[in-house]
């Protein structure tokens, strides 16, 4: 079985599996948006999703599929925010410990929402590629499961379920719009459209100040770019080395779209007008990649991954003004 055959089998499993803990986020169509651009455009909902991001579905896949024993053990794993609360909420849910190694450059907002969850913070004062090297380190040496926020299949099945919902609602895109990371969220939705609607365009966006994933598809090889400070914090840091995010990100991305930490204030300020939404830095890349090609989707159907809304209000004033 190819690996892309076992990951769309795997989403689906887990499309049956998580719910109803996970929740099933809207795909609307925002008809002063669609007006605006002269498309159809849907907004799929992540930020509406417990704790606030797409992190909680692949941190639930993850736990429900822990064995007996890894979950009396607990689990280690490293985020900058979004999958560290993910994986605190899943791991209380089903009363495994969970332990987040993140670094210093952490919102606060988030790390007080993951111990909110019960979770144990150990702050690195490391860039989150060594954060992540390291909690897998520790993982190994003390003989606990270690849970990548995307370089692990189970999570990024979980992501996959994503498009299982899009496609119960809208069968017929011409594109979707994807924020890149570490990869896990483009692959799970992806491999699934790739499977179900392969004429669908997966179109995936970085800001222009972290490319870790773009500039590596551009090298044709895991490469390590310099990262600039970017109010995509969900997307910013490198890749593990031999991440299996990679080949799949070959395999399914479709066009690339890099933005401006401008537009991406731009699209978070567009967002907030028309929709009343105060979504974090990494949404706003999503939307701001598709305002930017909004010229070559004109008349056609279009969907923006929304993944996230936690946000400080400081940080969310400062980028809409």
Known sequence: MSQLLKLFTASQEAHNALRPQVRKTPLDRSHMLSTLYECDLFLKSEHLQHTGSFKFRGASNKIRLLTPEQKAQGVITASSGNHGQGMALAGAMAGVPVTVFVPATASPLKLDAIRSYGATVNMIEKDALSVELEAAETAAREGIAFVSPYNDEDVIAGQGTIAFEILETEQNLDAIFVAVGGGGLISGIGTVMKHLSPETRIIACWPEASVAMYASLQAGEIVEPQEHDTLSDGTAGGLEPGTMTFPICQAVVDDCVLVSE???????????????????????????????????????RVAVVLCGKNITLEKFTGAVK
Not at 265 to 284: D, F, H, I, Q, S
């Open 262 to 300: 401008e537009e991406i204030k731009a699209a978070m300020k567009t967002l907030a007008r028309y929709e009343r939404w105060m979504v974090e830095g990494a949404a706003g890349v999503a939307m701001a990649a598709f305002m930017q090609q909004a010229e070559q989707w004109r008349s056609k």
